[in-house]
């Protein structure tokens, strides 16, 4: 899947992500991990933010979910 930012491209391929800016590779690694260096080089910008909601409230889900567990 390619996301598109101004001249930010994350590509999010099978649990990998690359992040480039203007063609030159930011990070390289992780698909979460990737999503949250997305978001950091673009100052969290709410265009980002709404690309990746449905991950964001499921991985949100997923640590209330581990919080419950341990208590």
């Known amino acids: 899947m390619v996301y598109k930012y101004k001249?930010?491209?994350y590509l999010h391929d099978y649990?990998?992500?690359?992040l480039y800016k203007s063609n030159q590779l930011?990070?390289?690694g992780n698909a979460w991990t990737?999503?949250?260096e997305f978001l950091r080089y673009?100052?969290?910008?709410?265009e980002v933010q709404d690309m990746f909601k449905n991950q964001?409230?499921?991985r949100?889900?997923?640590e209330?979910?581990?919080?419950?567990?341990?208590d």
């Open 42 to 46: 673009t100052d969290n910008a709410p």
């Open 7 to 9: 001249d930010f491209i």
């Open 26 to 28: 930011l990070y390289l």
């Open 60 to 62: 949100e889900k997923y």
């Open 34 to 36: 990737g999503i949250g």
């Open 56 to 58: 964001i409230a499921q």
């Open 64 to 70: 209330k979910s581990k919080v419950s567990r341990s």
């Open 15 to 18: 649990g990998k992500g690359r």
